[in-house]
Antibody, heavy 127, light 111 residues
Framework: EVQLLESGGGLVQPGGSLRLSCAAS????????MNWVRQAPGKGLEWVSA????????YYADSVKGRFTISRDNSRDTLYLQMYSLRPEDTAVYYC????????????????????WGQGTVVTVSS | VVMTQSPLSLPVTLGQPASISCRSS???????????FNWFQQRPGQSPRRLIY???KRDSGVPDRFSGSGSGTDFTLKISRVEAEDVGVYYC?????????FGPGTKVEIK
């Protein structure tokens, strides 16, 4: 079964750090780009970050650039999101999502085409 | 790129059609000719689910009452006959320009 399972969420104080993980199964993880998408309580979806299948150039939303780092370990079929300098506005459910492309280059047939989503992990930033 | 959706709330009678509009502040035609635009459905309490990709391609398992169309900056998701299981929030996303951006969502509910 194709599956993504996030973990690592929790309660953290403003200014703190947290690392999220997303374990993939049921597909060849290293051949797909991966993304993080978040949803604040009662709000809509917000794209956070993307990384190609090879782990090359990462992409970030302006709201997290310089504070969050996306990475992946293809040997462990796992995606990560290291979050630093957390703010109350980072409070959200964080989803990992598989994209239908390997690279984000001009040859990509699809982008932002998140066909598989995890169940989400909750991050709460509060004192 | 700013994505706007209308309406933001859509009460629909069962069996009736529904239409959601999504507009982008810039053309979503990439320099390679592709248009990276997709639709997602989020049912209450669930993770999002892809419905339509590349403007008009329906996902496997998605009922054929769902259809996507549009080009450039104007896109539409149509439900030919709304069923109870269609209740939820529908989001568009553009992936032509970085950063990727979602629309604010349209909440579909049954009258």
């Amino acid at each position: 079964e194709v599956q993504l399972l996030e973990s690592g969420g929790g309660l953290v104080q403003p200014g703190g750090s947290l690392r999220l993980s997303c374990a993939a199964s049921g597909f060849t993880f290293g051949t797909y780009a991966m993304n993080w998408v978040r949803q604040a309580p009662g709000k809509g979806l917000e794209w956070v970050s993307a990384i190609s299948g090879s782990g090359g150039t990462p992409y970030y939303a302006d709201s997290v650039k310089g504070r969050f780092t996306i990475s992946r370990d293809n040997s462990r079929d796992t995606l990560y999101l290291q979050m630093y300098s957390l703010r109350p506005e980072d409070t959200a459910v964080y989803y990992c999502a598989k994209d239908e492309t390997y690279y984000y280059d001009n040859s990509a047939d699809q982008r932002g085409s998140f066909d598989i989503w995890g169940q989400g992990t909750v991050v709460t930033v509060s004192s | 790129v700013v994505m706007t959706q209308s309406p933001l709330s859509l009460p629909v009678t069962l069996g009736q059609p529904a239409s959601i509009s999504c507009r982008s502040s810039q053309s979503l035609v990439h320099s390679n000719g592709n248009t990276y635009f997709n639709w997602f459905q989020q049912r209450p309490g669930q993770s999002p689910r892809r419905l339509i990709y590349n403007v008009s391609k329906r996902d496997s398992g998605v009922p054929d009452r769902f259809s996507g169309s549009g080009s450039g900056t104007d896109f539409t998701l149509k439900i030919s006959r709304v069923e109870a299981e269609d209740v939820g929030v529908y989001y568009c996303i553009q992936a032509t320009h970085w950063p990727l951006t979602f629309g604010p969502g349209t909440k579909v509910e049954i009258k």
